[in-house]
């Protein structure tokens, strides 16, 4: 499809904060994409908690196959709304670099332990590991993305008002990411297909986790629907292609619903570039009012059934324990972490500079490797409890 207007065009990117020369036969978008793809950040992904601890079973979601999976349908949806498939691609592998180990879990703790300190918020640290913590380049700290890239990861979810997260203040002090403002059409579909991404995988991994039935999500709407359109065309199937073929037309029932909705906005808003898109004051890539609030439902089913069932809050108050017992173990003897950090730790000024870099420290270890320091400085093993 040709490249609508309002799209993200490479050829008049911004600029990266330390000028290089760009490839011959990549845009800048696709060189963001490639870097993104070979941090060690995003790497470490494939061993972070979607919603079940990475080690409770092979088949469930990682951060990794769920940020895979939200590039697919953002990139789906980028190319039929005309927009930029390397920058939309670029923001969706990277939404999540900032997570910590053991999900949201993870963050809370490290977010009430980080109070004193300024905080942790996961958005501003996958900011802070593209221009600061991945250091594997001659010329520059970071991965040196795009102006374009940076704002889609700070503002994806909208505007960033109000005081600011240090990490993000931090970066928009050298590069001005005008967090006022929307971002790009490209991120705002990396937005949404993290919604539809999850909404749909967690029916699933939640069905295989055994804490609801396929005839409990029959009850939900979208999802009912889909199973009866199934069973018209395949009476008498397997169960578990029944209900594959369910869930895969309930995610083709948002993807449509997004680009319908989403394409006449933009038309009404009659923006001709994306510095329309991002001064409308309001977010062109949005779900139909009805399908939202059926999405709703859908959600409170999942928190109710899902991230609040005993078995998973049980696993949650373990895992929230190992981050509350390894960061003040750190903060009082920073030279537990590897020597590599040594350096930094050294130079360290402050407590408040040593306490977010023993928050960048926690923040980048996966599931198993929280679970095997906290069981080398602690004695407690809690990775045959969970």
């Known amino acids: 499809m040709e490249r609508a207007g309002f799209a993200s065009d490479p050829g008049r990117a911004r600029g990266r904060l330390v000028p290089e020369d760009e ?16 941090a060690s950040a995003f790497r470490r992904l494939k061993h972070k908690t979607q919603v079940f601890v990475e080690h409770e079973g092979d088949s469930y979601r990682t951060r990794l196959t769920h940020s895979i999976e939200v590039a697919q349908v953002a990139r789906t949806i980028a190319g039929a709304l005309g927009l930029n498939p390397g920058l939309t691609e670029a923001v969706a592998l990277a939404h999540d670099l900032g997570h910590t180990p053991f999900g949201h879990t993870g963050e809370d703790a490290l ?40 704002e889609g990861i700070a503002k994806h979810n909208g505007p960033v008002t109000g005081e600011l997260p240090w990490a993000l203040a931090e970066c928009n002090g050298g590069f001005d990411l005008e967090l006022h ?28 986790a055994g804490l609801f039935t396929d005839a409990e999500i029959e009850e939900l709407p ?19 292609r029944r209900r594959h073929e369910a869930l895969r037309r309930v995610f083709g029932v948002m993807v449509a619903d997004v680009i319908d909705t989403s394409g006449a906005l933009i038309a009404g808003s009659n923006a001709q570039t994306v510095e ?18 059926q999405l709703k439902e859908i959600r ?15 696993v949650r108050a373990k895992v929230g324990k190992v981050v509350e ?17 040594h350096k930094e730790i050294e130079a360290a000024q402050n407590e408040i500079a040593l306490a977010r870099i023993v928050s ?15 069981a080398r400085l602690t004695g407690a093993d809690y990775s045959t409890s969970i």
């Open 23 to 38: 490839s011959s036969f990549r845009s800048c978008f696709q060189r963001d994409r490639d870097r993104i793809i070979h």
């Open 111 to 150: 977010h009430a332990l980080m109070q004193p300190y300024g905080g942790f918020d996961h958005n501003a640290q996958a900011i802070r590991i593209v221009t600061k913590l991945e250091r594997h380049y001659a010329e520059f700290d970071g991965c040196n993305l795009t102006w374009e890239c940076l």
């Open 181 to 208: 403002t929307h971002a790009s059409a490209e991120a705002q579909v990396a937005a949404l297909s993290d919604d539809i991404a999850y909404n749909n995988h967690d029916l699933l991994d939640g069905l295989r």
């Open 222 to 240: 979208i999802v009912g629907a889909c199973y009866a359109r199934v069973d018209h065309r395949y009476p008498g199937l397997d169960p578990y």
């Open 276 to 293: 329309d898109i991002r001064m409308l004051g309001y977010p062109v890539i949005r779900f139909s009012t009805e399908l939202w609030a």
């Open 300 to 314: 409170g089913f999942l928190f109710e059934r899902m991230y609040r069932a005993p078995s998973v809050m049980d």
């Open 325 to 341: 017992d390894l960061f003040p173990i750190y903060l009082g003897d920073p030279k537990q972490m590897p020597a590599r950090w």
């Open 360 to 374: 960048d420290y926690i923040a980048g270890m996966t599931d198993r490797f929280a679970l095997q320091d906290h």
